[in-house]
T-cell receptor
Framework: TQLLEQSPQFLSIQEGENLTVYCNSS?????LQWYRQEPGEGPVLLVT?????EVKKLKRLTFQFGDARKDSSLHITAAQPGDTGLYLC???????????FGKGTLLTVNP | DTGVSQNPRHKITKRGQNVTFRCDPI?????LYWYRQTLGQGPEFLTY????????KSRLLSDRFSAERPKGSFSTLEIQRTEQGDSAMYLC?????????????FGNGTRLTVT
């Protein structure tokens, strides 16, 4: 069973601050996806990373996949209240269709 | 593309009753998944269909749970003799086999409350 540990579990910051959330595992993943989920809605895909060391940017969000493909991070620059939500990482092994999710980081950005 | 649709959005039922949820995936997607999410947790895999074939069931899925996808389009998830521990958000997702890394497209879920 592949486990994904996310930290921190909760994060409350002021608008304009920067933050980083982490996703760690002892397992190697062929790909890792980041989702954002708002209350009462399903998760929405933000990005997929597949290559060790890969960095992807999505506006103010920067995603990195660890060299060994066991961990990932999400960095948000100048956070805005609209960034508030549950950030989930999810990993796939090989060509496995099944994703294993972490418990998520609940981010609150206060105006 | 109208996205993944789930009905009902909310269901309140008494312990011991049976409930059925429906999921309509994105029309061209041949893969369909059911996940369950409880408060403070990420989604947990329940089962997976490729077209009409149910290819995997999690050990989380007790005998009281059954899922079908009869024509390879919509899917239903039935829970018999519901228990309070079944209270959760049930999420459906679909994806397209062959698409790079097959990202999942989730519906907005059915929130089940068992009283």
């Amino acid at each position: 069973t592949q486990l994904l540990e996310q930290s921190p579990q909760f994060l409350s910051i002021q608008e304009g601050e920067n933050l980083t959330v982490y996703c760690n595992s002892s397992s190697v993943f062929s790909s890792l996806q980041w989702y954002r989920q708002e209350p009462g809605e399903g998760p929405v895909l933000l990005v997929t990373v597949v290559t060790g060391g890969e960095v992807k940017k999505l506006k103010r969000l920067t995603f990195q996949f660890g060299d060994a493909r066991k961990d990932s991070s999400l960095h948000i620059t100048a956070a805005q209240p609209g960034d508030t939500g549950l950030y989930l990482c999810a990993g796939a092994v090989g060509s496995n269709y099944k994703l294993t999710f972490g418990k998520g980081t609940l981010l609150t950005v206060n105006p | 593309d109208t996205g993944v649709s789930q009905n009902p959005r909310h269901k309140i039922t008494k312990r011991g009753q049976n409930v059925t949820f429906r999921c309509d995936p994105i029309s061209e997607h041949n893969r369909l998944y059911w996940y369950r999410q409880t408060l403070g947790q990420g989604p947990e895999f329940l089962t997976y269909f490729q077209n009409e074939a149910q290819l995997e069931k999690s050990r989380l899925l007790s005998d009281r749970f059954s899922a079908e996808r009869p024509k390879g389009s919509f899917s239903t998830l039935e829970i018999q003799r519901t228990e309070q521990g079944d209270s959760a958000m049930y999420l459906c997702a679909s994806s397209l086999r062959g698409q790079s890394n097959s990202p999942l497209h989730f519906g907005n879920g059915t929130r089940l409350t068992v009283t």
